[in-house]
């Protein structure tokens, strides 16, 4: 993300706009609206098939407050318009993959939704005056449930607050008290709403940059668990925690031309080095070694330290002349004195085991048999390498 993963849980956040409730970070935004999209989806699906249900049941009881003819056939066709804006939504709303589209069509069906409320309310008989109770509930719901930015839940609420306490001055039969009472309601309404929504925009954001906060966290210690704390080479547990990813592989390279190659490597009269030169010497070969293997190899290939001057090295997809032409060009360079540490007069050298991987392979079995390789290497003399076959089947 950029910053100091901490997670400002004050609502004048430094990463957030204090009333709009968003990233100051425009990128940023636009990451967290991306991710949060799908669930945003499934909310306002659920929400809209819940009022698509709902309305039918209302259509029970319209009877009882509407005005006389033609004011029920209005109402009906209200109805069913309703219905239908809440179907069309409902087919459209899971194609959509984008934020913007995404505010753009549910600010512009909860317009249409809130205009064809506004027609209805003039359908009731004058005296009746509980469906504000309705419209406040509808609000309060919108705010609390976040569907909308701040910035358009309010834009629409307030807009809808405004018609509808001019119909209750205009057109309603009601006195003044009830009209005061209604005013204060949608007044309150909507400074309660506007609080929440600020709220619960801030909160999803903040845990948001919890989360990830906690994912480069665990990132890093899983990083710190599977590298070398001196050469950052992967260690003996990587090895061992995704070898049975490299039975994945040998398995499937199986009827290839290609395989897997495991090398055991082991840098010669290492102990010699550190005793006659001392430790810090014996670190700067270790990290000379573990750089110049990784420059000639692949990114795809990998190099395992598995504890002092011992490395197994993993070569993908590759012949068994590729994985020998890679091992003699590491071992000229070496000879060559590529390695680089000044202090040392002499190249440093290393021995190598070369053996396949097996599908039938275990961890023990492939190593055992690269151990033997390095083994022969050894006996022969040093500073060269050994190819062990695979075992016939």
């Known amino acids: 993300m950029g910053e100091k993963p901490t997670v400002d849980m004050d609502l004048g956040s430094p990463h957030m706009h204090r009333f709009l409730a968003v990233f100051k970070d425009p990128e940023k935004e636009n990451l967290f609206r991306q991710e949060e999209l799908p669930k945003q989806r499934r909310l306002v699906f659920g929400l809209c098939a ?8 209302f259509m029970l009881s319209d009877f009882m407050v509407v005005k006389p003819a033609p004011w029920d056939t209005f109402l009906l066709i209200q109805r069913l318009l309703h219905i239908g804006v ?12 984008r934020p913007s589209t995404y505010d753009a069509l549910l600010f512009c069906t909860l317009f249409v939704v809130f ?48 018609m509808a306490i001019l119909i209750v001055l205009t057109l309603k039969e009601l006195n003044v008290h009830d009209q005061i009472m209604m005013i204060f309601g949608y007044t309150f309404t909507n400074g309660a709403g506007i609080l929440l929504s600020i709220t619960h925009h801030k909160n999803v954001r903040q845990q948001y940059l919890l989360q990830h906060s ?26 061992q925690d995704h070898f049975r990813d490299i039975e994945k592989m040998a398995s499937r390279l199986e ?17 010699k080095i550190n005793d006659n030169f001392g430790h810090d010497i014996g670190d700067k070969v270790l990290l000379a070694f573990v750089k110049l293997i990784e420059a000639n190899i692949r990114p795809v290939d990998k190099v395992y330290r598995f504890g002092g001057e011992e490395f197994m090295i993993l070569l993908q997809e590759c012949s068994r002349d590729t994985a020998i032409n890679r091992i003699e060009k590491i071992m000229q360079l ?36 690269a151990d033997e390789a390095l083994y022969n290497a050894k006996n022969n003399g040093r500073n060269q390498y050994v190819f062990a076959p695979a075992p016939d089947k």
Do not use: W
């Not at 819940?50 to 049941?57: K, N, Q, R, V, Y």
């Not at 009827?255 to 102990?271: E, G, M, T, V």
């Open 50 to 57: 819940f009022i698509t249900i709902s309305i039918p049941m």
């Open 214 to 239: 906690l994912r480069e966290k665990t990132l890093q210690l899983k990083n710190l668990a599977y590298r070398d704390s001196l050469t950052n080479a992967l260690n003996r547990r990587s090895f």
């Open 86 to 97: 809440c179907i069309i939504f409902l087919l459209v709303i899971p194609h959509v993959q």
């Open 334 to 369: 070496l000879n060559s004195g590529s390695l680089g540490v000044e202090e040392l007069e002499q190249p440093v050298t290393c021995s190598f085991g070369i053996t396949p991987v097996l599908a039938s392979d275990t961890i023990d079995s492939v190593c055992i048999r």
């Open 115 to 162: 205009v064809l409320l506004e027609l209805g309310s003039f359908t009731f008989l004058g005296d009746y005056a509980l469906y504000a109770l309705f419209d406040i509930i509808i609000m309060l719901s919108l705010y609390a449930a976040g569907i909308l930015t701040v910035k358009l839940s309010t834009i629409i609420c307030l807009y809808h607050s405004s």
């Open 255 to 271: 009827q290839s031309d290609k395989s897997l190659f495991i090398i055991a490597a082991d840098i010669d009269h290492f102990k």
